[in-house]
């Protein structure tokens, strides 16, 4: 029984033989669910892609994380109901939820940057300020999200 076997095996473990780019992590009270994607154009300046999805609603947020320079840090955004195509800074300030650094956590609570898709996956993802920030976007409200997530989100799995 290989699945019986790895449903015991040490979280860690699990991240460890999953790339980043195909994880899975959740919130602590199971609201949230965040899965990676790769990333298959080279035009795009985005290292790491991923969907946020609020369970029991309809919400999905998309999310992108680059790179920056001096100091060097893992940036994200995460993104409700943008506009296709072309768009102004005011159409995607109007859609964006949240932005900020973006970290890995470790079993021992050790942060680092987030590294690339093709690393092995993070125990712990962090998004500083997430919940609040979607507490006060458009995602929150009547027949939309009504709990915010906590900044911290455990790995869960890997996506095929």
């Excluded at 920056?68 to 940036?75: H, I, K, Q």
């Excluded at 956590?105 to 962090?126: H, T």
Aim: hydrophobic share 40%; net charge negative; glycine share 10%.
């Amino acid at each position: 029984m290989v699945i019986a076997a790895l449903s015991y095996a040490p979280v860690s473990a699990i991240a460890a033989e999953c790339k980043q780019g195909k994880a899975i992590y959740a919130d602590r009270d199971g609201a949230y669910e965040l899965r990676f994607s790769p990333i298959t154009s080279e035009a795009v300046s985005s290292s790491h892609q991923f969907r946020l999805s609020a369970f029991k609603t309809s919400v999905v947020m998309d999310g992108y994380v680059m790179s920056s320079d001096d100091p060097e840090r893992t940036m994200g955004m995460v993104l409700f109901n943008c506009p296709d195509g072309d768009v102004t800074g005011a159409d995607l300030d109007a859609c964006t939820v949240w932005q900020g650094f973006v970290y890995r956590a470790s079993a021992d609570g050790g942060l680092d940057n987030l590294q690339s898709g093709d690393s092995p996956a993070a125990e712990k993802i962090v998004f500083p300020g997430l919940g609040p920030a979607i507490r006060q976007s458009s995602a929150w409200g009547v027949g939309k999200a009504t709990v915010a997530p906590w900044d911290v989100l455990d790995f869960k799995g890997c996506a095929q």
